[in-house]
């Protein structure tokens, strides 16, 4: 009953009710950021991010998917899909894609290839072959 008079009538309050909820720990999401952007291509877990955030995975997994839409872990693997195309574009001639794609923390090139492909709508390969075309 209380809470049905807290949300139709109109009271001093009304506004807070209202308002777009805010990460609740922002300080703990940039910690994981700033912990996945020094050693991207680290094996990550949820457990070690949520230890580097100082909070439980279960609440590092909501304050991801209230900011970014996304699992902890579907960020890294997005920030190095970003990175292995990033090195792929600024390829030389003796660049390799499973290298790359390695060294980005990326083990199991078969579901590598699948990610990038559903990412950039193009395979690793074809974006080193343009990047050495050019």
């Known amino acids: 009953m209380i809470s049905g008079l807290l949300v139709q009538q109109p009271h001093s309050m009304t506004s807070q009710v209202y308002a777009p909820a805010e990460a609740s720990n922002p300080r703990a999401v940039q910690k994981v950021l700033d912990h996945i952007e020094s050693i991207p291509g680290s094996q990550f877990t949820m457990g070690d991010l949520a230890v580097v955030a100082g909070i ?7 304050l991801f998917h ?4 996304m699992s902890p872990m579907t960020y890294v693997r997005q920030t190095r899909l970003d990175g292995v195309r990033a090195d792929l574009q600024r390829g030389v001639d003796d660049t390799k894609v499973s290298d790359v794609a390695f060294s980005w923390g990326f083990n199991h090139l078969g579901r590598f290839a699948q ?3 559903r990412k950039f709508g193009e395979s690793p390969s074809h974006t080193l072959r343009a990047a050495l075309k050019s």
């Open 56 to 62: 439980s995975s279960r609440q590092l997994q909501n």
């Open 66 to 69: 209230e900011q970014f839409g």
């Open 115 to 117: 990610n990038y492909e």
